[in-house]
């Protein structure tokens, strides 16, 4: 299992839950930041293909603001693990911090997307799939760009939220602007 869109200032945060065949190999499969996106999209593709089981959970900003982001990652996490097919007996989870699920033993493994193929799949349907859906936010709110930060706190974005405000897709818990770069505007 693995996460996408914590450290984002909008949209929402998505997690994917994959189940590989034992023997599955892939050359170029690793952590999905050390991806380009269109090696993403097309592993995304081959993981769908080959996976024995793959659930995607995804919570909005909303819910963020409402329950707090670690608690809506665990939220989404559950989310993938419920939407499989199959019950697992083992849930490897990247990362240090997990909130267990139905009994099902799990482990957490830091930087686990880089150590264990199937959380390097589940990296990179959660990434696919969340910034598949920061494009469509973005064709609603095109002045975020969010088809290229995906939401993520780049300087542009944060100028952008300077100028022009926040809009219903942000995450209005997160400090959206902070003090020290009202400066570099």
């Given at each position: 299992m693995d996460e996408a869109g914590r450290g984002c200032l909008a949209g929402p945060v998505v997690a994917a839950a994959v189940v590989l065949p034992k023997k599955f190999k892939n050359e170029i499969l690793t952590d999905s930041k050390q991806l380009k996106e269109k090696d993403r999209d097309a592993l995304r593709i081959i993981i769908e293909e080959n996976a024995i089981a793959f659930g995607i959970g995804i919570?909005?900003?909303?819910?963020?603001?409402?329950?707090?982001?670690?608690?809506?990652?665990?939220?989404?996490?559950?989310?993938?693990?419920?939407?499989?097919?199959?019950k697992p007996e083992l849930l490897l989870i990247d990362g240090n911090r997990f909130?267990?699920?139905?009994?099902?033993?799990?482990?957490?493994?830091?930087?686990?997307?880089?150590?264990?193929?199937?959380?390097?799949?589940a990296s990179v349907l959660a990434k696919t799939y969340r910034d598949e859906i920061m494009r469509k936010l973005h064709e609603e709110f095109p002045i975020y760009n969010w088809h290229k930060n995906k939401g993520y706190p780049t300087v542009a974005h944060r100028k952008v939220i300077y100028e022009r405000g926040s809009c219903n897709y942000h995450r209005h818990s997160f400090q959206l602007l902070k003090p020290e770069q009202f400066t570099l505007f």
């Amino acid at each position: 299992m693995d996460e996408a869109g914590r450290g984002c200032l909008a949209g929402p945060v998505v997690a994917a839950a994959v189940v590989l065949p034992k023997k599955f190999k892939n050359e170029i499969l690793t952590d999905s930041k050390q991806l380009k996106e269109k090696d993403r999209d097309a592993l995304r593709i081959i993981i769908e293909e080959n996976a024995i089981a793959f659930g995607i959970g995804i919570i909005d900003n909303y819910k963020i603001d409402e329950v707090n982001i670690l608690q809506a990652t665990y939220l989404a996490m559950h989310d993938a693990i419920s939407s499989l097919k199959i019950k697992p007996e083992l849930l490897l989870i990247d990362g240090n911090r997990f909130k267990p699920y139905k009994k099902i033993a799990h482990e957490t493994i830091i930087k686990g997307d880089g150590k264990f193929i199937e959380i390097a799949a589940a990296s990179v349907l959660a990434k696919t799939y969340r910034d598949e859906i920061m494009r469509k936010l973005h064709e609603e709110f095109p002045i975020y760009n969010w088809h290229k930060n995906k939401g993520y706190p780049t300087v542009a974005h944060r100028k952008v939220i300077y100028e022009r405000g926040s809009c219903n897709y942000h995450r209005h818990s997160f400090q959206l602007l902070k003090p020290e770069q009202f400066t570099l505007f």
